[in-house]
């Protein structure tokens, strides 16, 4: 497992909207963020949620031409911080995150990491919580999640 993980804002407000937001704190050590993120978050984060600046700040500058700024204080934290682990929704910000060599996982794959350690019982109520936002998903990736937990219907 990794020790630290440098969330987002999108799987913070995706997990704070379905109201399980602790299911982060359970699965992982350690969850980072910018202060960037905690402004987009515009909510005041949990204690357990480290708020941490990035050094480097013309790296971030450079990465904010590419994506937006949280995702890029995200990515240019992950960067600073050796195996850490991003979390991380969007693909453009995916696809850059991998061209650095960064491990990124998102909001399904925190899901299915609480259901192989326990944390859940099942996914398909967090599904269909998370199909009660803005959140988007295919119904493709929902059975393949689905069959991934052995949970098919």
């Not at 995706?14 to 909510?43: H, R």
């Not at 969007?90 to 990491?113: C, E, H, Q, S, W």
Request: proline share 2%; with cysteine; hydrophobic share 40%.
């Amino acid at each position: 497992m990794h020790n630290i993980v440098i969330s987002d804002t999108s799987c913070l407000i995706v997990f704070n909207k379905i109201g399980q937001l602790e299911i982060l704190q359970k699965v992982y050590d350690n969850v980072i963020t910018t202060p960037e993120v905690a402004e987009e978050f515009s909510e005041i984060l949990p204690d357990w949620i480290i708020i941490k600046e990035v050094q480097d700040k013309k790296y971030q500058e450079f990465l904010e031409t590419q994506i937006d700024n949280g995702e890029a204080s995200s990515i240019a934290l992950a960067k600073e911080i050796d195996n850490s682990l991003l979390l991380l929704d969007d693909l453009k910000a995916r696809k850059l995150a991998g061209k650095l060599n960064l491990r990124f996982t998102g909001t399904l794959g925190v899901i299915t990491k609480a259901k192989q350690i326990g944390v859940i019982s099942t996914v398909r109520p967090i599904i269909d919580s998370l199909l009660l936002t803005d959140f988007r998903i295919s119904e493709n990736v929902i059975e393949e999640l689905l069959k991934l937990n052995n949970e098919n219907t």
